[in-house]
């Protein structure tokens, strides 16, 4: 059973979130993440990325992690260009009933975090989907002092160019948290 972990990033920082959320997701027996990325509008690629999602990743997956940088306190243009051409999908239900989880990234505090992760969750509720956040059970979500919101996971930029220990944490927890739902809904 793949969850599709799907993301946008220029600078890395929300690819780095992608990965810790797999290392969650591959937690799960039975479960495995599949990394796929929206590519950059204007082509510019690191060479190391991983393989442009298709619409038929999006069909095939049991769950969701969706994951974009914050921009003027929303989405990416190039993920919701993406979610608006995944209509064929929301007319036939294909996705309705799968769990979804999002996750951003900000170059700054207070530069709508939590703005951006509830743009990515409409578009999922439309398709039907079941929306994970993270519960305030998880440890690191009281004591963050840098990214990590109950309505997904984040990573606060501004000072600190690397993950922290508690926004790595929160992004596992994540995918952990859609891939033990997928699995019990299968």
């Known amino acids: 059973m793949d969850i599709l972990i799907l993301y946008y990033s220029r ?9 810790q959320a797999a290392r969650g997701v591959e937690q799960i027996e039975g479960v ?14 690191p060479a190391d990325e991983d393989p442009e999602v298709s619409i038929e990743d ?15 306190g929303g989405m990416a243009s190039a993920v919701k260009r993406f979610l608006e051409d995944s209509s064929g999908l929301w007319f036939r239900g294909e996705l309705t009933g799968h769990p979804a989880g999002v996750f951003t990234s900000t170059g700054s505090m207070h530069g709508g975090q939590e703005t951006t992760l509830l743009s990515m969750i409409v578009p999922l509720i439309h398709h039907g989907m079941l929306i994970t956040g993270i519960p305030y059970q998880e440890p690191a979500l009281v004591h963050t002092q ?12 501004n000072d600190h160019p690397q993950l922290s220990r508690d926004e790595r944490e ?7 948290r859609v891939a033990e739902i997928a699995r019990k809904l299968a």
């Open 11 to 19: 600078s890395g920082n929300t690819k780095a979130l992608a990965r």
């Open 32 to 45: 495995t993440a599949r990394l796929r990325r929206i590519p950059c509008p204007d082509g510019d690629q």
């Open 58 to 72: 999006l069909r095939e997956c049991r769950g969701l992690l969706l994951g974009s940088p914050t921009y003027f």
């Open 146 to 157: 840098t990214g990590g919101t109950p309505y997904g996971a984040s990573h606060t930029a």
């Open 170 to 176: 929160l992004a596992r927890a994540l995918g952990a």
